[in-house]
């Protein structure tokens, strides 16, 4: 999805709710640049990945 910001955020904390349901509370410098707008709560795009992989681009 061109155009669309990419925001980088650290995981502070989980916590499995359910067998099948995981709380996953994110923190860091991804929030300086986050501003929540009328559809913020409809769609995120969570991408997970390894301590060992760089996405600093």
């Known amino acids: 999805m061109a155009g669309r910001p990419v925001h980088t955020f650290e995981v502070v904390r989980t916590e499995q709710l359910t067998p099948h349901i995981v709380r996953v509370v994110l923190g860091g410098k991804g ?22 992989v760089d996405v600093s681009t």
């Open 31 to 52: 929030f300086d640049t986050f501003t929540p707008n009328g559809n913020t709560d409809s769609y995120v795009k969570l991408v997970f990945v390894a301590d060992d």
